[in-house]
């Protein structure tokens, strides 16, 4: 299969979209990372999805949706999530939500669980495809499963690491600026609980709600949303984090400047921007991987939950 690289104007989305009813998968950009895109209610579709990424059928997706009167088509929203989204939506918040019986999302999708990760993305490219196609696309990240989340069309397109010949195509938006998956939110025991940080730090949802967040210890064998394989965002070469860099060592700095820098001025937004195309960079080397501390709050704990997943052992 060769994999197209389309534009994002009228006549590329136009395309894209004709792709996605025809059952095909299509990497588009949103503002979080690219995500691989196929037509939730078509379970061929989306067994593509799995088998382009390699990925466990266990592990559900997230459907990506226009705006809330999507949303309330597919699932059903308690008050707290009815406050989240007309604070966060459209933007990098998942909600993991009862899914209505009558929403016709294929059952792949969810991995046979009742629930539903559903987020409406603010990237004007994902916007226009989704009115374009008419259609909720499942969208986990454009790239092989457990591997480091693409960036950049030619991230998706990367012959050694991406889907290049594995997908129909690739909307290109240029580089995705958040750079971050999107947090999740769910309530599984009935309270509003941080299933996966991301690109809207913890504080902010929490100051939203007037609460705080319950915390979740995933069951990996098991998961209930993206993002909880214990081994995840991984390069191929052994990772060490939290570390002073060796001689021996590609070194990803924070807070000090150098090319592979995730932030000179130690910005976390900026970090959070560039550290999947930075563990790329690093990775392409061929040497082992350190990266220095990040601060562990705001964004800095969806950082550090990328980074702990990304050394993690691998079976």
Not at 204 to 228: C, F, K, V, W
């Amino acid at each position: 299969m060769q994999t197209l690289r389309l534009i994002p104007d009228d006549d590329g989305i136009a395309q894209a979209a004709a792709l996605l009813t025809r059952g095909e998968c299509v990497a588009i950009p949103t503002e979080t990372v690219y995500g691989l895109a196929a037509n939730a209610r078509d379970g061929g579709a989306v067994a593509r999805i799995y088998h382009a990424k390699g990925r466990p059928s266990f592990n559900p997706l997230i459907v990506h949706i226009p705006d809330l009167a999507a949303a309330r088509a597919i699932a059903t929203l308690p008050a707290q999530a009815l406050t989240l989204a007309y604070a966060f939506w459209p933007g990098p918040l998942t909600m993991v939500l009862p899914l209505r019986a009558d929403a016709g999302i294929a059952s792949l999708v969810t991995a046979g669980l009742d629930t539903i990760g559903l987020r409406v993305p603010a990237h004007p490219v994902a916007q226009a495809l989704l009115r374009a196609s008419g259609l909720p696309l499942a969208a986990p990240s454009a790239n092989a499963s457990g591997r480091i989340s693409p960036t950049t069309a030619d991230h998706v397109l990367d012959r050694d690491t991406g889907l290049d010949g594995r997908i129909a195509a690739v909307l290109d938006g240029g580089p995705c600026p958040v750079g971050l998956e999107s947090t999740i939110i769910g309530w599984p025991e009935g309270r509003a609980t941080l299933l996966r940080p991301g690109g809207i730090p913890a504080e902010t949802i929490q100051a939203a709600l007037g609460q705080s967040l319950a915390r979740h210890e995933a069951d990996p064998s098991a998961p209930n949303a993206p993002g909880q394989l214990t081994s995840h965002y991984a390069p191929r070469a052994p990772l060490r984090l939290n570390a002073e860099p060796r001689p021996d060592e590609t070194h990803l700095a924070f807070g000090t400047p150098g090319p592979l820098s995730l932030s000179a001025s130690g910005d976390l937004t900026e970090a959070a921007a560039r550290l999947f195309d930075l563990l790329r960079r690093a990775d392409a080397i061929g040497r082992p991987i350190s990266v220095a501390p990040i601060p562990d709050h705001g964004l800095g704990r969806a950082i550090n939950d990328r980074l702990r997943r990304a050394a993690a052992p691998r079976d």
